[in-house]
């Protein structure tokens, strides 16, 4: 219902291998920045980008995940410029596209609206608990869009985060050794985050003495599986005679729609091939709602039937006073 021609502002949202080094990710950045750098000047107005998030909320300024940024890009007056701003997002296709297959990075450029917040063109949430079946019906919707004329930049809202590893402890096994999980847990914050065990005073500060392992063991599995654990008699026994260890990438976030967790798809989409509604219409007829995972939508179609019926009832209360003054 708001036609977009005359748009000022886009975003391009920005993921990043998972574990790259804050120095080498704004060097990535920056390459995409010096792209826009070269857009005429009748055309760009400024730029500003965002690592570590890639949220668009004006109150966030930071963020602590360095394989995640967003750039901010804000174009002249529409009647200063020959192209629209999905022209020029279209146009940085296949530079974005390069810098991508180069760092192995995805990227998605989403237009500022004008007109009320209604968020992206595609909008699916998928709802359940068991991750495995959630996550494998959201690949396959992303699939099925990727294949589907007029539908572009296709993500979902999970985000890689930090690796870590899990450990799986054997309670038989922890009985014998006459261990509680409780000196686990205690033995190994103290190796990963410290103790304090004295305190240096001098006249003018007081500086504490932390023990604790050494930055690069903290981080190596290997090491860990092998920190001696105090049982009750004073013996050490290694971490790994009684649990096993398992190195995965964590989530950045857990995302839950009333209380359930969920999985959201977006989309963007070429306006001219394929409307909101008519893709809407199409994944409802290609996947619909089930007990194991509920599918929701929001997004521009679910708001533009809002706005649209919230117009006939006026148009209808409308009538009615007319047809009273009358």
Known sequence: PFPQDAAEAFTISITLPSG??????????????NILSYLPGSELAGYSSRIGTQSEDSSTDRGIQNNLAIIFVYLTPYEDRERRATDIMTALQSQLAQIAIANQMTYALNLKRLGPPMGRAIEVRL???????????AAEIQEFLRKTPGVVHVETDRRAGLKETTLTLNSELLARADLREQDILTTL????????VTRLQNPREQTDVR??????????AEVIKTIPVANRLGNLIHLDR????????????????????????YGNLDSEILSPPEAKHLLEMNFPSTPEVEIEYSGQPVETDLIFSSLTGAALVALMGIYLTI
């Open 189 to 196: 914050r103290i190796a990963l985050d410290g103790l304090i």
């Open 242 to 265: 009684f649990a096993k260890t398992e190195d995965r990438s964590s989530t950045a976030t857990i995302g839950r729609i009333h209380g359930i967790r969920s999985t959201v798809v």
């Open 211 to 220: 023990l604790r392992l050494q930055e690069n063991s903290r981080s190596a």
């Open 127 to 137: 709802l359940a608990e068991d991750d495995q079946l959630r996550e494998g019906r």
């Open 20 to 33: 790259i080094p804050l120095n080498q990710a704004e060097q990535e950045i920056k390459k995409i920045e």
